[in-house]
C-alpha cells in the first residue's frame, strides 16, 4: 500500500509516516519546505521520500500527487491558527488551504480511486450543551472561520468521495510542534501561579496513538465520519494543566478560570468538546489508551 500524506512537518503527519514505515507501507510525505522541516529525531519519516508541495497550487497538486499514485491520501496539512483565520487578510488563504486544496485532493483521490482521510475537529459543532457529539451528528454550526471551513472541507470531501474517511479531534498534542502540554510547561518556568480555563471540556489526542488508528483505518474499505481522541474521559483545560504539572513533577499553582475571566481569545471557543467515540468500536477498530497514560509516555518523550 502507498500512501501520500500531507503536512508531515506538523504534530500528526510526523506520526503518521513513522506509523507506516512500522508497518512496511510505502509512505510518501509532503509539506511546503524544500526538505523535510520537522523534528530531526533520527525517526523513519526523515528517511521516507518526501516531496515539497504548496497544496493551494492546484495544478502542483494535481501533478504530484498522480506521479506518486497512491492508494490512499491522508490529509493532514490544515491552517489551524484559530485565533488569526479571524484577521480579515487571512480569511481567503485560510479557505484556500482548508477548503480549495481539500476540493483539489479529492478530485485527484477521485480520478486515481484512492481512499481518502480528511483530519477535522470539534469546531464545526457550536460547542453548546453537555451531551458528547456523535459522528453522524448534521447539526452544524461553527463559531469561527476556522470551523467553517473545516466543515466545508469535510464536505468538500463527502460531496466528491465515496472512500472517504472524515475523523474529527481535539486537544492534539505530539513531538512536532507547538501545543498546550509544552506551552504549559513553558510557562511553569517563569510562573508560580498559572489561570486555566475549567468551562471548555473535553479530551487530549495524542498523535502518535491517533496515527496507529488512521493506518487501522486505511486498511479497511469502513468508510464515513469518525471521531477520535484519547479514552480516559471528558476533562477541562484546567484538569489538563493540573495533570501535566502533576505527571512533570511540579509544584505550580494551577487557578481555574471560566473563559470570560480569561479573555484574550479573538476567535469563539467552543465549550463542549466532548465527542463520542463509540463508533469506533463498533466498525472493530481498537479505541486509543487513557489521555493518562498518553501524557505519561508523552512526558517520557520529550524528556529523551
Not at 466528491?160 to 510557562?187: C, Q
Request: net charge negative; glycine share 6%; hydrophobic share 35%.
Amino acid at each position: 500500500m502507498k500512501v501520500f500524506v500531507t503536512g508531515v512537518a506538523g504534530q500528526l503527519g510526523h506520526d503518521v509516516m513513522n506509523e507506516l514505515s512500522k508497518r512496511g507501507y510505502e509512505g510518501v510525505g509532503t509539506d511546503l519546505a524544500s526538505e523535510y522541516s520537522g523534528i530531526q529525531d533520527n525517526s523513519p519519516v526523515t528517511k521516507m521520500p518526501y516531496v515539497s508541495l504548496d497544496i493551494t497550487d492546484a495544478l502542483a497538486v494535481q501533478a504530484t500527487i498522480k506521479e506518486v499514485n497512491p492508494d490512499v491520501i491522508i490529509h493532514c496539512a490544515a491552517w489551524t491558527a484559530v485565533d488569526m483565520a479571524e484577521d480579515d487578510d487571512k480569511v481567503d488563504e485560510v479557505r484556500k488551504i482548508n477548503v480549495a486544496s481539500t476540493r483539489e485532493i479529492a478530485n485527484v483521490a477521485k480520478e486515481l480511486d484512492a481512499k481518502m482521510v480528511y483530519i477535522s475537529t470539534d469546531y464545526v459543532f457550536d460547542g453548546q450543551g453537555e451531551k458528547p457529539w456523535k459522528p453522524d451528528c448534521k447539526d452544524y454550526k461553527p463559531l469561527n472561520v476556522y470551523g467553517q471551513t473545516k466543515l466545508e472541507g469535510e464536505l468538500a470531501v463527502v460531496n466528491t468521495l465515496d472512500k472517504y474517511f472524515i475523523v474529527r479531534i481535539t486537544w492534539v498534542f505530539g513531538l512536532n510542534g507547538k501545543n498546550f502540554i509544552k506551552t504549559m510547561l513553558n510557562v511553569a518556568k517563569t510562573h508560580d501561579t498559572v489561570k486555566v480555563v475549567n468551562d471548555q471540556i473535553g479530551t487530549p489526542t495524542y498523535t502518535y496513538d491517533l496515527a496507529r488508528l488512521l493506518v487501522d483505518m486505511v486498511e479497511t474499505d469502513k468508510y464515513g465520519y469518525y471521531h477520535a481522541t484519547n479514552e480516559g474521559g471528558y476533562i477541562s483545560w484546567y484538569d489538563f494543566t493540573k495533570e501535566i504539572y502533576r505527571q512533570a513533577g511540579l509544584d505550580t499553582k494551577v487557578l481555574p478560570v471560566t473563559t470570560a475571566e480569561y479573555g484574550l481569545s479573538k476567535a469563539a471557543r467552543p465549550f463542549n468538546s466532548r465527542l463520542d467515540k463509540s463508533k469506533l468500536v463498533e466498525n472493530g477498530f481498537t479505541p486509543l489508551p487513557t489521555w493518562q497514560d498518553a501524557l505519561s509516555r508523552y512526558l517520557k518523550e520529550i524528556k529523551e
